[in-house]
Protein backbone atom coordinates (compact mmCIF):
# COMPACT_ATOMS: atom_id res chain seq x y z
CA UNK A 1 0.00 0.00 0.00
CA UNK A 2 0.94 3.02 -0.58
CA UNK A 3 -0.20 6.62 1.74
CA UNK A 4 0.34 10.17 -0.09
CA UNK A 5 -0.12 13.36 0.66
CA UNK A 6 -3.43 14.47 -0.74
CA UNK A 7 -2.80 17.99 -2.97
CA UNK A 8 -5.00 19.85 -0.79
CA UNK A 9 -3.65 19.55 2.34
CA UNK A 10 -4.91 16.60 3.69
CA UNK A 11 -3.85 12.84 3.86
CA UNK A 12 -5.07 10.36 1.14
CA UNK A 13 -5.51 6.90 1.23
CA UNK A 14 -4.45 5.02 -1.68
CA UNK A 15 -4.23 1.23 -2.44
CA UNK A 16 -5.43 -2.04 -0.71
CA UNK A 17 -5.76 0.33 2.77
CA UNK A 18 -3.90 -3.13 4.63
CA UNK A 19 -1.25 -1.40 6.58
CA UNK A 20 -4.32 1.30 7.92
CA UNK A 21 -6.17 -1.66 8.47
CA UNK A 22 -3.92 -3.08 11.09
CA UNK A 23 -4.08 -0.25 13.15
CA UNK A 24 -7.66 0.02 13.00
CA UNK A 25 -7.73 2.82 10.55
CA UNK A 26 -9.81 3.74 7.31
CA UNK A 27 -10.00 1.26 4.90
CA UNK A 28 -11.49 3.29 2.30
CA UNK A 29 -9.67 3.92 -0.71
CA UNK A 30 -9.11 7.59 -1.92
CA UNK A 31 -10.34 9.02 1.55
CA UNK A 32 -8.86 11.98 2.76
CA UNK A 33 -7.99 11.81 6.93
CA UNK A 34 -6.65 14.32 9.28
CA UNK A 35 -6.46 12.53 12.40
CA UNK A 36 -3.59 11.86 14.67
CA UNK A 37 -3.37 8.06 13.85
CA UNK A 38 -3.78 8.95 10.03
CA UNK A 39 -0.49 11.09 9.55
CA UNK A 40 1.26 8.33 11.90
CA UNK A 41 0.22 5.94 9.34
CA UNK A 42 1.94 8.69 6.96
CA UNK A 43 5.31 9.19 8.90
CA UNK A 44 5.33 5.05 9.50
CA UNK A 45 5.24 4.17 5.70
CA UNK A 46 7.74 7.30 4.89
CA UNK A 47 10.17 5.97 7.53
CA UNK A 48 10.68 2.50 5.88
CA UNK A 49 12.83 4.80 3.55
CA UNK A 50 15.88 4.27 6.14
CA UNK A 51 14.94 1.62 8.28
CA UNK A 52 12.31 -1.77 8.66
CA UNK A 53 10.07 -1.65 11.99
CA UNK A 54 11.57 -2.73 15.16
CA UNK A 55 10.75 -6.27 16.20
CA UNK A 56 8.21 -6.88 18.97
CA UNK A 57 9.48 -10.06 20.58
CA UNK A 58 8.26 -11.88 23.40
CA UNK A 59 10.83 -12.40 26.18
CA UNK A 60 10.55 -15.69 27.46
CA UNK A 61 12.65 -14.91 30.56
CA UNK A 62 10.70 -11.87 31.62
CA UNK A 63 7.75 -13.91 31.13
CA UNK A 64 8.95 -16.63 33.41
CA UNK A 65 9.90 -14.28 35.85
CA UNK A 66 7.05 -11.94 36.28
CA UNK A 67 3.88 -14.57 35.43
CA UNK A 68 2.80 -12.20 32.81
CA UNK A 69 3.36 -12.52 28.88
CA UNK A 70 6.33 -9.40 28.38
CA UNK A 71 6.64 -8.14 24.72
CA UNK A 72 9.56 -6.19 24.13
CA UNK A 73 9.55 -3.30 21.47
CA UNK A 74 12.89 -3.09 20.44
CA UNK A 75 14.14 0.43 19.62
CA UNK A 76 17.48 -0.44 20.65
CA UNK A 77 17.45 -2.17 16.92
CA UNK A 78 17.43 1.15 14.90
CA UNK A 79 20.32 1.89 13.00
CA UNK A 80 20.64 4.72 15.66
CA UNK A 81 20.24 2.30 18.24
CA UNK A 82 17.67 4.52 19.59
CA UNK A 83 14.06 5.70 18.86
CA UNK A 84 15.09 8.98 18.65
CA UNK A 85 15.51 8.76 14.54
CA UNK A 86 11.43 8.74 14.10
CA UNK A 87 11.32 12.27 15.73
CA UNK A 88 14.23 13.85 13.38
CA UNK A 89 12.71 11.88 10.43
CA UNK A 90 9.85 13.15 10.40
CA UNK A 91 10.52 16.65 11.70
CA UNK A 92 12.48 16.88 8.26
CA UNK A 93 10.11 15.24 6.09
CA UNK A 94 7.18 17.34 6.82
CA UNK A 95 9.35 20.73 7.20
CA UNK A 96 10.59 19.61 3.26
CA UNK A 97 7.29 18.55 2.16
CA UNK A 98 6.43 22.19 3.73
CA UNK A 99 8.54 23.64 1.22
CA UNK A 100 10.92 24.86 4.16
CA UNK A 101 14.19 26.26 2.13
CA UNK A 102 15.92 25.79 5.55
CA UNK A 103 19.67 24.56 4.15
CA UNK A 104 20.95 24.44 8.18
CA UNK A 105 19.46 22.63 10.86
CA UNK A 106 20.36 22.64 14.05
CA UNK A 107 20.01 20.33 17.39
CA UNK A 108 21.61 20.74 20.63
CA UNK A 109 22.15 17.02 22.39
CA UNK A 110 25.10 15.22 23.93
CA UNK A 111 23.27 11.50 23.09
CA UNK A 112 20.36 10.02 20.62
CA UNK A 113 19.16 13.26 19.28
CA UNK A 114 22.14 13.72 17.86
CA UNK A 115 22.53 10.69 16.20
CA UNK A 116 19.66 10.54 14.96
CA UNK A 117 19.50 13.79 13.95
CA UNK A 118 23.05 13.41 12.47
CA UNK A 119 21.59 10.17 10.47
CA UNK A 120 18.95 12.34 9.43
CA UNK A 121 20.94 14.75 7.88
CA UNK A 122 22.64 12.73 5.99
CA UNK A 123 19.63 10.82 4.82
CA UNK A 124 17.99 14.02 3.40
CA UNK A 125 21.37 15.80 2.04
CA UNK A 126 21.08 18.59 4.48
CA UNK A 127 24.29 20.29 6.59
CA UNK A 128 23.45 20.21 10.07
CA UNK A 129 24.95 21.43 13.42
CA UNK A 130 25.41 19.61 16.04
CA UNK A 131 26.11 21.73 19.54
CA UNK A 132 27.14 19.29 22.59
CA UNK A 133 28.56 19.96 25.51
CA UNK A 134 32.22 20.14 26.05
CA UNK A 135 32.18 17.37 28.67
CA UNK A 136 30.78 14.34 26.41
CA UNK A 137 32.18 11.40 26.48
CA UNK A 138 34.31 10.75 23.05
CA UNK A 139 31.99 7.51 21.94
CA UNK A 140 29.48 9.93 21.78
CA UNK A 141 30.87 12.47 19.37
CA UNK A 142 32.92 9.91 17.16
CA UNK A 143 29.11 7.98 16.59
CA UNK A 144 27.45 11.37 16.05
CA UNK A 145 30.19 11.94 13.34
CA UNK A 146 29.94 8.67 11.62
CA UNK A 147 26.13 8.59 11.62
CA UNK A 148 26.45 12.14 9.91
CA UNK A 149 29.51 11.93 8.01
CA UNK A 150 30.43 15.31 5.89
CA UNK A 151 26.82 16.99 6.57
CA UNK A 152 27.44 17.21 10.30
CA UNK A 153 29.86 19.70 11.86
CA UNK A 154 29.93 19.32 15.54
CA UNK A 155 30.22 22.11 17.86
CA UNK A 156 31.54 21.93 21.80
CA UNK A 157 30.34 24.45 23.49
CA UNK A 158 29.98 24.89 27.65
CA UNK A 159 29.93 22.24 30.42
CA UNK A 160 26.66 22.14 31.10
CA UNK A 161 23.71 20.97 28.68
CA UNK A 162 21.78 25.03 29.51
CA UNK A 163 25.06 26.48 27.86
CA UNK A 164 25.10 24.36 24.90
CA UNK A 165 21.56 24.78 24.39
CA UNK A 166 22.02 28.44 24.55
CA UNK A 167 24.61 28.61 22.16
CA UNK A 168 22.67 26.45 19.72
CA UNK A 169 19.17 28.92 19.82
CA UNK A 170 21.50 32.03 19.29
CA UNK A 171 23.40 30.35 15.96
CA UNK A 172 20.19 28.94 15.22
CA UNK A 173 18.81 33.23 14.99
CA UNK A 174 21.75 33.90 13.61
CA UNK A 175 22.33 31.99 11.24
CA UNK A 176 18.45 31.67 9.79
CA UNK A 177 18.76 27.76 10.42
CA UNK A 178 16.03 25.26 11.33
CA UNK A 179 16.25 24.28 14.69
CA UNK A 180 15.33 20.28 15.53
CA UNK A 181 13.98 19.93 19.06
CA UNK A 182 14.17 16.74 21.35
CA UNK A 183 10.79 16.11 22.29
CA UNK A 184 8.92 19.23 22.45
CA UNK A 185 7.39 19.53 18.86
CA UNK A 186 4.45 17.90 17.65
CA UNK A 187 6.07 16.51 14.52
CA UNK A 188 8.59 15.36 17.24
CA UNK A 189 5.62 13.93 18.70
CA UNK A 190 4.19 12.43 15.58
CA UNK A 191 7.15 10.45 14.12
CA UNK A 192 7.56 9.22 17.99
CA UNK A 193 4.44 7.44 17.50
CA UNK A 194 5.10 5.67 14.69
CA UNK A 195 6.22 3.58 17.56
CA UNK A 196 3.10 2.84 18.97
CA UNK A 197 1.64 2.50 15.03
CA UNK A 198 3.87 -0.74 14.57
CA UNK A 199 2.97 -2.60 18.23
CA UNK A 200 -0.84 -2.29 16.82
CA UNK A 201 -0.08 -3.78 13.73
CA UNK A 202 2.34 -6.25 15.74
CA UNK A 203 0.55 -7.41 18.37
CA UNK A 204 -0.16 -11.07 17.77
CA UNK A 205 -4.48 -11.24 16.80
CA UNK A 206 -4.54 -7.65 16.48
CA UNK A 207 -4.83 -7.47 20.36
CA UNK A 208 -4.54 -4.20 22.74
CA UNK A 209 -1.49 -5.33 25.33
CA UNK A 210 -2.93 -4.77 28.73
CA UNK A 211 -0.17 -2.91 29.77
CA UNK A 212 2.42 -0.31 27.92
CA UNK A 213 5.44 0.54 29.80
CA UNK A 214 6.81 3.62 28.68
CA UNK A 215 10.28 5.07 29.54
CA UNK A 216 10.20 9.18 30.50
CA UNK A 217 12.62 11.83 29.57
CA UNK A 218 11.26 14.82 27.62
CA UNK A 219 8.20 13.02 26.69
CA UNK A 220 7.79 12.60 23.27
CA UNK A 221 7.87 8.81 22.76
CA UNK A 222 4.86 9.26 25.42
CA UNK A 223 3.10 12.19 24.46
CA UNK A 224 2.75 9.88 21.41
CA UNK A 225 2.27 5.94 21.82
CA UNK A 226 -0.74 7.51 23.82
CA UNK A 227 -2.26 9.92 21.69
CA UNK A 228 -2.04 7.18 18.90
CA UNK A 229 -4.35 4.23 20.69
CA UNK A 230 -6.54 7.04 22.42
CA UNK A 231 -7.08 8.05 18.32
CA UNK A 232 -7.37 4.58 17.96
CA UNK A 233 -10.03 4.20 21.05
CA UNK A 234 -8.10 1.64 21.95
CA UNK A 235 -6.43 2.39 25.07
CA UNK A 236 -4.06 0.20 26.85
CA UNK A 237 -3.05 0.89 30.62
CA UNK A 238 -0.18 2.98 30.26
CA UNK A 239 2.91 2.96 32.60
CA UNK A 240 4.91 5.48 32.79
CA UNK A 241 8.85 5.25 33.82
CA UNK A 242 10.93 7.41 35.43
CA UNK A 243 14.52 7.44 37.01
CA UNK A 244 13.83 8.79 40.86
CA UNK A 245 16.67 10.94 40.51
CA UNK A 246 14.74 12.97 37.29
CA UNK A 247 10.66 12.73 37.93
CA UNK A 248 9.69 16.15 36.10
CA UNK A 249 6.72 14.31 34.33
CA UNK A 250 5.33 12.40 38.24
CA UNK A 251 5.86 16.43 39.97
CA UNK A 252 3.86 17.79 36.71
CA UNK A 253 1.35 15.43 37.10
CA UNK A 254 0.71 15.71 41.12
CA UNK A 255 1.07 19.43 40.73
CA UNK A 256 -1.21 20.28 37.99
CA UNK A 257 1.45 22.05 35.85
CA UNK A 258 4.83 22.40 34.28
CA UNK A 259 7.94 21.70 37.16
CA UNK A 260 11.17 22.18 36.46
CA UNK A 261 13.03 20.23 38.94
CA UNK A 262 15.48 22.40 41.21
CA UNK A 263 18.37 18.66 41.04
CA UNK A 264 18.63 15.91 38.72
CA UNK A 265 20.58 12.97 38.86
CA UNK A 266 22.46 12.06 35.42
CA UNK A 267 23.13 8.81 35.79
CA UNK A 268 20.04 7.58 33.50
CA UNK A 269 20.98 10.33 30.80
CA UNK A 270 19.24 9.75 28.14
CA UNK A 271 16.27 10.31 30.82
CA UNK A 272 17.80 13.35 32.90
CA UNK A 273 15.61 15.87 32.15
CA UNK A 274 14.61 18.96 34.57
CA UNK A 275 11.43 19.81 32.90
CA UNK A 276 8.98 17.69 30.50
CA UNK A 277 8.23 19.25 27.54
CA UNK A 278 5.44 21.36 27.30
CA UNK A 279 3.52 19.81 24.07
CA UNK A 280 3.99 16.45 25.47
CA UNK A 281 2.72 17.26 29.03
CA UNK A 282 -0.43 18.59 27.12
CA UNK A 283 -1.09 15.00 25.84
CA UNK A 284 -0.19 13.47 28.84
CA UNK A 285 -2.25 15.85 31.45
CA UNK A 286 -5.22 14.12 31.98
CA UNK A 287 -3.10 11.09 33.95
CA UNK A 288 -2.71 10.82 37.23
CA UNK A 289 0.74 10.89 38.85
CA UNK A 290 0.51 7.34 39.93
CA UNK A 291 0.68 6.39 36.68
CA UNK A 292 4.02 6.95 36.60
CA UNK A 293 6.66 4.46 38.07
CA UNK A 294 10.17 6.02 39.70
CA UNK A 295 12.86 3.74 38.81
CA UNK A 296 15.82 3.67 41.24
CA UNK A 297 19.11 4.15 39.47
CA UNK A 298 21.02 0.98 41.80
CA UNK A 299 17.86 -1.25 41.05
CA UNK A 300 18.06 -0.18 37.19
CA UNK A 301 22.03 -1.15 37.31
CA UNK A 302 21.14 -4.54 38.62
CA UNK A 303 18.70 -4.98 35.62
CA UNK A 304 21.41 -3.82 32.89
CA UNK A 305 23.42 -6.45 34.14
CA UNK A 306 21.16 -8.80 34.62
CA UNK A 307 19.90 -8.16 30.58
CA UNK A 308 23.53 -8.19 29.50
CA UNK A 309 24.24 -11.93 31.72
CA UNK A 310 21.06 -13.79 30.98
CA UNK A 311 19.98 -12.33 27.82
CA UNK A 312 23.19 -10.81 26.03
CA UNK A 313 20.81 -7.93 25.32
CA UNK A 314 23.09 -4.39 25.86
CA UNK A 315 20.81 -1.57 27.11
CA UNK A 316 21.55 2.13 28.03
CA UNK A 317 20.31 3.46 31.25
CA UNK A 318 17.20 4.99 29.69
CA UNK A 319 16.57 1.48 27.41
CA UNK A 320 16.56 -0.72 30.15
CA UNK A 321 13.69 2.00 32.15
CA UNK A 322 10.60 0.16 31.23
CA UNK A 323 12.22 -3.62 31.85
CA UNK A 324 13.14 -2.44 35.65
CA UNK A 325 9.63 -1.07 36.65
CA UNK A 326 8.58 -4.49 35.82
CA UNK A 327 9.74 -4.94 39.49
CA UNK A 328 6.85 -3.38 40.88
CA UNK A 329 4.45 -5.00 40.30
CA UNK A 330 3.26 -8.15 42.56
CA UNK A 331 3.15 -11.40 40.67
CA UNK A 332 -0.38 -11.41 41.09
CA UNK A 333 -1.40 -8.37 39.73
CA UNK A 334 -0.01 -8.95 36.42
CA UNK A 335 -0.01 -12.96 36.02
CA UNK A 336 -1.84 -14.03 32.43
CA UNK A 337 -1.58 -10.31 31.09
CA UNK A 338 0.03 -9.20 28.09
CA UNK A 339 2.51 -6.30 28.80
CA UNK A 340 4.57 -4.49 26.23
CA UNK A 341 8.20 -2.80 27.22
CA UNK A 342 9.58 -0.54 24.84
CA UNK A 343 13.18 -0.74 25.27
CA UNK A 344 13.92 2.63 23.72
CA UNK A 345 17.56 2.68 23.71
CA UNK A 346 20.94 0.40 23.44
CA UNK A 347 23.69 3.06 23.15
CA UNK A 348 25.58 2.47 26.01
CA UNK A 349 29.38 3.32 27.03
CA UNK A 350 31.42 0.39 27.96
CA UNK A 351 33.89 2.95 30.05
CA UNK A 352 30.74 3.05 32.25
CA UNK A 353 30.45 -0.78 32.98
CA UNK A 354 32.32 -0.84 36.23
CA UNK A 355 30.50 1.71 37.60
CA UNK A 356 27.01 0.23 36.79
CA UNK A 357 28.54 -3.37 37.84
CA UNK A 358 29.15 -1.28 41.22
CA UNK A 359 25.61 -0.03 41.19
CA UNK A 360 24.63 -2.81 40.84
CA UNK A 361 26.23 -4.68 43.58
CA UNK A 362 25.59 -2.64 46.29
CA UNK A 363 21.67 -2.36 45.30
CA UNK A 364 21.52 -6.26 45.18
CA UNK A 365 23.48 -5.91 48.70
CA UNK A 366 26.38 -7.93 47.44
CA UNK A 367 29.14 -4.84 48.36
CA UNK A 368 29.64 -2.70 51.12
CA UNK A 369 31.40 -0.43 52.46
CA UNK A 370 32.53 0.60 55.82
CA UNK A 371 34.33 3.15 57.56
CA UNK A 372 36.51 1.63 60.40
CA UNK A 373 38.41 2.76 63.36
CA UNK A 374 41.28 1.04 62.74
CA UNK A 375 44.21 -0.18 65.37
CA UNK A 376 47.45 0.98 64.37
CA UNK A 377 49.54 -1.89 65.96
CA UNK A 378 51.56 -4.91 64.24
CA UNK A 379 48.98 -8.30 63.79
CA UNK A 380 45.50 -5.65 63.34
CA UNK A 381 44.91 -6.29 59.62
CA UNK A 382 45.17 -10.18 60.36
CA UNK A 383 42.82 -9.54 63.60
CA UNK A 384 40.58 -8.03 60.94
CA UNK A 385 41.22 -10.60 58.37
CA UNK A 386 39.84 -13.17 60.79
CA UNK A 387 36.59 -11.59 61.11
CA UNK A 388 35.42 -11.99 57.55
CA UNK A 389 33.52 -15.30 56.25
CA UNK A 390 35.25 -17.67 53.47
CA UNK A 391 32.71 -16.19 50.69
CA UNK A 392 33.97 -11.96 51.56
CA UNK A 393 36.56 -10.66 49.66
CA UNK A 394 37.95 -7.43 49.96
CA UNK A 395 37.82 -5.19 47.16
CA UNK A 396 39.32 -1.75 48.84
CA UNK A 397 41.10 -0.95 51.69
CA UNK A 398 42.35 2.95 51.95
CA UNK A 399 43.71 4.77 54.83
CA UNK A 400 41.59 7.92 54.82
CA UNK A 401 43.13 9.37 57.68
CA UNK A 402 46.65 7.88 59.65
CA UNK A 403 48.31 9.64 61.73
CA UNK A 404 50.22 9.07 65.34
CA UNK A 405 47.68 7.90 66.63
CA UNK A 406 46.58 4.56 68.30
CA UNK A 407 43.45 4.16 65.31
CA UNK A 408 43.23 5.48 61.42
CA UNK A 409 40.54 5.69 59.81
CA UNK A 410 40.26 3.06 57.05
CA UNK A 411 37.28 2.77 53.97
CA UNK A 412 36.97 -0.77 53.29
CA UNK A 413 34.85 -2.07 50.75
CA UNK A 414 33.79 -5.93 51.10
CA UNK A 415 32.31 -8.05 48.04
CA UNK A 416 30.33 -11.59 49.20
CA UNK A 417 28.15 -13.86 47.28
CA UNK A 418 25.08 -13.93 49.52
CA UNK A 419 23.91 -10.55 51.22
CA UNK A 420 23.53 -12.29 54.27
CA UNK A 421 26.97 -13.01 54.87
CA UNK A 422 27.05 -9.34 55.98
CA UNK A 423 25.09 -9.80 59.12
CA UNK A 424 27.65 -12.71 60.16
CA UNK A 425 30.37 -9.86 59.77
CA UNK A 426 28.59 -7.05 61.63
CA UNK A 427 27.87 -9.51 64.20
CA UNK A 428 31.91 -10.19 64.08
CA UNK A 429 32.35 -6.50 64.34
CA UNK A 430 30.26 -6.10 67.21
CA UNK A 431 31.77 -8.86 69.09
CA UNK A 432 35.21 -7.68 69.05
CA UNK A 433 34.51 -4.14 69.63
CA UNK A 434 35.07 -2.82 66.24
CA UNK A 435 34.16 0.87 65.42
CA UNK A 436 32.42 0.94 62.25
CA UNK A 437 30.05 3.20 59.83
CA UNK A 438 27.92 1.40 57.08
CA UNK A 439 27.96 4.41 54.32
CA UNK A 440 26.60 2.09 51.69
CA UNK A 441 23.52 4.11 50.94
CA UNK A 442 24.85 7.31 52.20
CA UNK A 443 24.99 8.90 48.72
CA UNK A 444 26.76 12.01 49.43
CA UNK A 445 29.66 9.93 50.79
CA UNK A 446 29.45 7.30 48.21
CA UNK A 447 29.87 9.95 45.53
CA UNK A 448 32.74 11.76 47.11
CA UNK A 449 34.86 8.71 48.21
CA UNK A 450 33.36 5.37 46.65
Known amino acids: MVLRESQKGGRKVAGTGRVLARAGEIENEGLVVNSFSARVAVAAEAIREIFPETPLQENDYLSKKTGARVLLKREDLTPVRSYKIRGAFNFFRKALAAGNNAELFVCASAGNHAQGFAFVCRHFGKKGVVFMPVTTPQQKIDKTRLFGGDFVEIRLVGDFFDDCYRAAFEFTESAGAHMVPPFDHKDIIEGQATVAYEIAAQMPGARVPDIVMLPVGGGGLAAGVTHYFADQHREPRFVFCEP ?133 RPGALRDFLEMLGPDDDIARFEYLKKSARNFGSVLIGIETKDRRNFDLLKANFDAEGVQYQDITDNETLAGFII
Open 244 to 376: AGAPSLRESLANGKRVKLAKVDNFVDGAAVAEIGREPLRHLKDFTADAVRLVPENRLCATMIEMLNVEGVVLEPAGALAIDALKDFSRKEIRGKTIVAVVSGGNFDFERLPDVKERALRFEGLKKYFIIRFPQ
